[in-house]
């Protein structure tokens, strides 16, 4: 058998030109901060790239999938420096994230000490990361990145993969997500518009439609027996004032009476049907009902051209 020879690409310049213009754009694609996420144990849904913090602008800004942590992510193709350890904490505060990814080339000593010590020294939400980005290939293989954890909080590792605690309640909700997964596969319009996420003990699932800032949300609200779709707003009232202002045109096109809430920060709009999800044998009609929904929806966020 015939082995192909593993090389490392050094000069990470002759992959991404610029940092900026180039390795930022890349890893902001979708495929690649699910390789970033997957390395730490988090999905990550980009919010923004070069996203404002007063004068400054971190390289990445976005969210947790499915607990809406912040996260920033600062770039630095070359060794670490004091300049960039002081903007990760700026760009931290700034944002009020907290998951904060530092990717560099090398890692300099002082500063795995510095990331070692914010975990020590911070509260227990907060998650600091140094990490290092390398490039293979084999022979004239196409190059491949790598990325290494080189600094992370103590109890990371153990905290992803703990399990087995769950309570009956989110054993059942997660279940139904799981079934709901199963289910969509074989609707194939909706499996055409939507891409699948990873199912949660929650009472929430969240569809991407290409924007971030809304989302499909759909729910099952366990105490009053019903489940909920509709469209959450994350921070623009503007956008929510003009879903508002075409609220005959959504019912007529979503086929049901809009429910509104606008809290200080968030917005949403959303339909409601009276559904007890502890009826397992009624499951189907659930997943039926926020097929359908979910496609309606997506008709009006085409309709309202933003």
């Known amino acids: ?31 690649n901060l699910t390789t970033l996420g997957d390395t730490i144990g988090i999905d990550i849904i980009l919010e923004e790239t070069e996203s404002s913090v007063g004068d400054f602008s971190v390289d990445i800004y976005a969210s947790e999938e499915y607990t809406e942590r912040k996260i920033v992510i600062e770039n630095q193709l070359k060794e670490t420096n004091h300049d960039h350890l002081g903007k990760i904490i700026t760009y931290a505060s700034g944002k009020n994230a907290e998951i904060i990814i530092w990717i560099v080339k090398k890692a300099r000593d002082e500063h795995k000490q510095a990331i070692e010590w914010l975990n020590q020294h911070t509260d227990d939400k907060f998650a600091f990361f140094l990490i290092e980005i390398e490039v293979w290939k084999i022979n004239d293989s196409e190059p491949a990145p790598k990325f290494n954890i080189v600094e992370r909080p103590n109890d990371w590792a153990k905290a992803m993969i703990k399990s087995g605690n769950l309570s009956e309640m989110e054993n059942l909700k997660l279940s139904f997500w799981q079934n709901f997964n199963t289910n969509a596969s074989e609707n194939a319009e909706f499996s055409m518009n939507f891409k699948q996420r990873k199912p949660q003990p929650q009472q929430w699932y969240d569809l991407s439609v290409g924007s971030p800032a809304y989302h499909i949300s759909l729910t099952v609200k366990t105490q009053k027996n019903q489940i909920t779709a509709g469209i959450y707003i994350d921070n623009d009232k503007t956008i929510y004032e003009k879903f508002r202002e075409n609220e005959s045109l959504l019912e007529e096109v979503i086929g049901d009476k809009i429910e509104w809430r606008d809290a200080k920060k968030s917005s949403s709009l959303f339909v409601i049907k009276p559904f007890d999800i502890s009826k397992k044998d009624n499951w189907s009609d659930a997943f039926n009902w926020y097929y359908d929904k979910c496609l309606r929806l997506k008709q009006v966020i085409i309709k309202m051209e933003f």
């Open 1 to 31: 058998m015939k082995l192909g020879k593993l090389e490392q690409i050094t000069d990470l310049h002759s992959i991404w030109k610029n940092e900026a213009t180039d390795f930022t754009p890349w890893l902001a694609k979708e495929e």
